[in-house]
Antibody, heavy 122, light 110 residues
Framework: QVQLQESGPGLVKPSETLSLTCTVSGGSISSDNYYWGWIRQPPGKGLEWIGHMRYSGRTYYNPSLKRRVSIFLDTSKREVSLKLSSVTVADTAVYYC??????????????WGLGTLVTVSS | QSVLIQPPSASGTPGQRVTMSCSGSSSNIGSNTVNWYQQLPGTAPKLLICRSNKRPSGVPDRFSGSKSGTSASLAISGLQSEDEADYFCSSWDDSLTGWVFGGGTKLTVL
């Protein structure tokens, strides 16, 4: 069964770039039924979609973050990466790696990683 | 301020049926299906209901979803203590070209 594991620095300084990696195990990353990407949750708050990317290259980003965010898929390493530039304290959150599946039965984020807390502080 | 509006809290006693709402607009719920996620304390969210009223494999039939117009609802029957969690609704928004979430409803089992 597919599992997602996030990794990366837990502390980032303001104005720097946040970089996270998600390793996908137990299943194919190359199907066009799947999008791979990120959702975040500030402490004690709700969920915010960041963006997702399909194997074929189709990418969707949250318009409010679009100027600062990039998502990459490395199929050889089975990794999904996130880069968020010019971070501020408002970017402090738990970052979840997620799979989005789009079929006749399901159009949702069906698999989530455990999440990793990233704190933006000097 | 979240795009989808959910009441911040709900409560019920064991065995009771509770419902929680999710209100949107014509560009999201009015045009697309709704998903519901359950987040137990200290854990990642889990898909509970997809395409407004379908349960993924392994989700008990105590959980059900519905949609009407620009609103959606999640119902939990036979409430159990382990249902105490945060519940988030989500939908695709055609105007924003992205996924939007509600602020979440915290369910307390009394």
């Amino acid at each position: 069964q597919v599992q997602l594991q996030e990794s990366g620095p837990g502390l980032v300084k303001p104005s720097e770039t946040l970089s996270l990696t998600c390793t996908v195990s137990g299943g194919s990353i190359s199907s066009d039924n799947y999008y791979w990407g990120w959702i975040r949750q500030p402490p004690g708050k709700g969920l915010e979609w960041i963006g997702h990317m399909r194997y074929s290259g189709r990418t969707y980003y949250n318009p409010s973050l679009k100027r600062r965010v990039s998502i990459f898929l490395d199929t050889s390493k089975r990794e999904v990466s996130l880069k968020l530039s010019s971070v501020t304290v408002a970017d402090t959150a738990v970052y979840y790696c997620t799979r989005h599946v789009d079929t006749a039965m399901v159009d949702a984020f069906d698999i989530w990683g455990l999440g990793t807390l990233v704190t933006v502080s000097s | 301020q979240s795009v989808l509006i959910q009441p911040p809290s709900a409560s019920g006693t064991p065995g009771q049926r509770v419902t929680m709402s999710c209100s949107g607009s014509s560009s999201n719920i009015g045009s697309n299906t709704v998903n519901w996620y359950q987040q137990l304390p200290g854990t990642a969210p889990k898909l509970l209901i997809c395409r407004s009223n379908k349960r993924p494999s392994g989700v008990p039939d105590r959980f059900s979803g519905s949609k009407s117009g620009t609103s959606a609802s999640l119902a939990i029957s036979g409430l159990q203590s382990e249902d105490e969690a945060d519940y988030f609704c989500s939908s695709w928004d055609d105007s924003l070209t992205g996924w939007v979430f509600g602020g979440g409803t915290k369910l307390t089992v009394l």
